[in-house]
């Protein structure tokens, strides 16, 4: 597929902006694996081939190395073998009731035009966010949604990244 356009290149402040939604997301207090989580499973559902390998610096988001960043936060692959397929896969024991609860909320938002978001997934997600946690997961997965959308309306062109170093890490240098 041929490239339509580089939106970082022609508007630098459409990366620039949702880079500073970055920040607050990672700083809002939501755990960075949660986060990851996320964003993983919003592109899976998009099909979105950059996010699945773009890493994300300054300009550029990228949900593969979520997987990357995972491992590295000491995340098991098994636990995440089957997320595609988490409510019927073997594995799905291995996301908590908080993880669950977050990954129905990650489906039904990103795929409002289909679901309208229904109240049977509120009442799942309900107990185990505050109104504050629901409001910055949901900012997540609408973030981590737009990344999809300008990738793929521009077909962007995917590339390996190495991950990025966990927050926590680069913290603690």
């Known amino acids: 597929m041929e490239v339509r356009f580089d939106y970082a290149k022609a508007a630098p402040g459409v990366p620039r902006a949702l880079g500073g939604v970055e920040q607050y997301l990672h700083s809002c207090g939501l755990e ?6 996320v964003r993983l499973r919003v592109s ?13 610096d300054e300009n550029a988001f990228s949900v593969a190395t979520q997987w990357k960043e995972l491992r590295a936060l000491g995340e098991s692959e098994l636990r ?11 594995y799905s024991s291995n ?10 909320w990650t489906e039904a938002v990103t795929l409002v035009a289909n679901t309208n978001v229904p109240d049977i997934v509120y009442d799942e997600v309900r107990p185990y966010f505050s109104a504050k946690e629901l409001s910055d997961l949901t900012l997540a997965i609408a973030t981590a949604n737009a990344w999809d ?11 390996l990244y190495p991950a990025a170093e966990p927050r926590e890490q680069r913290r603690a240098s």
């Open 44 to 56: 899976q559902i998009n099909g979105c081939a950059v996010c699945v390998d773009l890493h994300w």
């Open 95 to 104: 996301f908590s009731e908080r993880e669950r609860a977050a990954l129905a």
């Open 32 to 37: 960075e694996s949660l986060l990851k989580l």
């Open 149 to 159: 959308r300008l990738s793929m309306a521009s077909r962007r062109e995917a590339s």
């Open 80 to 90: 995440f073998r089957g997320l595609d397929s988490w409510r019927r896969s073997p």
